[in-house]
């Protein structure tokens, strides 16, 4: 299993644009082949999207996917830097059926 975190910076006169760009993507992400779950998540001044993935094949297919690249573009000029890309490994904990996104 693969967790990947992407952050977003919207600029302040593009959050509804940059949410209207996020909430479009979701779906689609949802429906590639090894994706076990694509959630939007909002924060004041950002944005996050949480993935998981069910493999590194399948990550990275992701990575080069036609909805990464329409997300990127349809961001460009609505957001502060770059996208904030983080792959990280579940380290399980405790109770087996809390201690990890998913068991």
Not at 5 to 32: G, N
């Amino acid at each position: 299993m693969m967790i990947m975190v992407a952050t977003v910076f919207p600029k302040p006169s593009h959050v509804d644009d940059v949410r209207r760009v996020m909430l479009d993507a979701a779906p689609r992400v949802q429906h590639e082949p090894g994706c076990r779950l694509g959630a939007v998540h909002e924060a004041p001044g950002k944005f996050v999207l949480i993935e998981e993935w069910a493999d590194e094949a399948a990550l990275a297919a992701h990575a080069g996917s036609l909805a990464v690249t329409e997300l990127l573009g349809r961001l460009d000029g609505l957001v502060d830097g770059e996208v904030g890309i983080d792959v990280l490994t579940p380290l399980p904990t405790g109770d087996p059926d809390r201690g990890t996104i998913r068991p």
